[in-house]
């Protein structure tokens, strides 16, 4: 039996914001993919971060590959739209290529039959990469300046903020669509190259899946699409569950990886989006 893989943010690495002044605030109970090990007595590879966007997920597979020969199944838990990256680096040495695994870091070993990785955020005191987000109040801060038209008034990135040119001229635009369908694409071809099964999914409605993904660079050869995000399948009402404002608790993680994780993998084939 080989390893399954499990990618996603803080919703895969048992996050709990109330523990977040203490060194215990991820890797709690509240994991699907740790339940999904002792349920099936199956090795797991959990690579996550808490706050990080789809775009990592590409860098977290195809290390994972690398490194693990005996893969055999790759769950992605496709995350919120709208975070994008940021980084320190003095050297701006675009010659001095950083390895894939420059700021992946293994966590001490907490459980039989699985392994921890997430972002390093920060590297040698002196390299960083992190994720961003635009808050809710920033659109009211920042409100788009109406009159911007082609060829005339065109966002002027010496004038406005990155916050600004980000929120507005980015997410929730054509490019965002894209870059979503490049990394997930990929992320096929990867697994394609080892015949390895993909299954995409959402843990809620906020986290948007494309139908379009299929076919809009190329036919999905490995992916699966889930027909439906985690709560909506398990019941709306296990919204109210919680450990914080955002992650759930351990019931309904124990949910997914009882009945959730097997529906996705015996009952969405085709039903490819």
């Given at each position: 039996m080989g390893k399954t893989l499990f990618i996603g943010c803080s919703h895969s690495m048992g996050y709990n914001d109330f523990n977040l002044n203490t060194p215990t605030n991820t890797w709690q109970e509240n994991n699907y993919a740790e339940i999904y090990s002792q349920i099936n007595n199956k090795e797991v590879i959990v690579m996550a971060s808490a706050g990080c966007g789809n775009r990592v997920f590409p860098n977290f597979l195809a290390y994972a590959l690398?490194?693990?020969?005996?893969?055999?199944?790759?769950?992605v838990q496709s995350t919120y739209w709208g975070r994008f990256p940021v980084a320190i680096n003095p050297d701006l040495n675009e010659q001095e290529i950083f390895p894939l695994d420059f700021f992946i870091e293994k966590e001490p070993k907490m459980h039989e039959n699985v392994q921890h990785y997430s972002l390093g955020l920060s590297q040698q005191g002196k390299y960083l990469e992190q994720y961003l987000k635009p808050e809710v109040d920033d659109y009211d801060k920042m409100p788009y300046i109406k009159d911007t038209i082609p060829f005339r008034s065109e966002p002027d990135i010496r004038r406005s903020s990155k916050a600004y040119i980000q929120m507005w001229h980015y997410n929730q635009t054509h490019l965002e669509q894209q870059d979503y369908m490049k990394d997930m694409t990929f992320i096929d071809m990867l697994c394609n190259d080892k015949q390895i099964p993909v299954y995409l999914w959402n843990i809620n409605n906020r986290c948007f899946i494309p139908k379009e993904l299929n076919g809009f660079y190329t036919n999905l050869?490995?992916?699966?699409i889930a027909n439906t995000d985690a709560i909506s399948f398990l019941g709306s009402h296990l919204e109210t569950e919680k450990v914080d404002s955002e992650h759930y608790n351990y019931h309904v993680h124990k949910l997914i990886a009882e009945k959730y994780i097997p529906y996705i993998r015996e009952n969405t084939h085709d039903h490819k989006l």
């Amino acid at each position: 039996m080989g390893k399954t893989l499990f990618i996603g943010c803080s919703h895969s690495m048992g996050y709990n914001d109330f523990n977040l002044n203490t060194p215990t605030n991820t890797w709690q109970e509240n994991n699907y993919a740790e339940i999904y090990s002792q349920i099936n007595n199956k090795e797991v590879i959990v690579m996550a971060s808490a706050g990080c966007g789809n775009r990592v997920f590409p860098n977290f597979l195809a290390y994972a590959l690398k490194n693990h020969n005996d893969i055999d199944e790759v769950f992605v838990q496709s995350t919120y739209w709208g975070r994008f990256p940021v980084a320190i680096n003095p050297d701006l040495n675009e010659q001095e290529i950083f390895p894939l695994d420059f700021f992946i870091e293994k966590e001490p070993k907490m459980h039989e039959n699985v392994q921890h990785y997430s972002l390093g955020l920060s590297q040698q005191g002196k390299y960083l990469e992190q994720y961003l987000k635009p808050e809710v109040d920033d659109y009211d801060k920042m409100p788009y300046i109406k009159d911007t038209i082609p060829f005339r008034s065109e966002p002027d990135i010496r004038r406005s903020s990155k916050a600004y040119i980000q929120m507005w001229h980015y997410n929730q635009t054509h490019l965002e669509q894209q870059d979503y369908m490049k990394d997930m694409t990929f992320i096929d071809m990867l697994c394609n190259d080892k015949q390895i099964p993909v299954y995409l999914w959402n843990i809620n409605n906020r986290c948007f899946i494309p139908k379009e993904l299929n076919g809009f660079y190329t036919n999905l050869k490995q992916t699966t699409i889930a027909n439906t995000d985690a709560i909506s399948f398990l019941g709306s009402h296990l919204e109210t569950e919680k450990v914080d404002s955002e992650h759930y608790n351990y019931h309904v993680h124990k949910l997914i990886a009882e009945k959730y994780i097997p529906y996705i993998r015996e009952n969405t084939h085709d039903h490819k989006l």
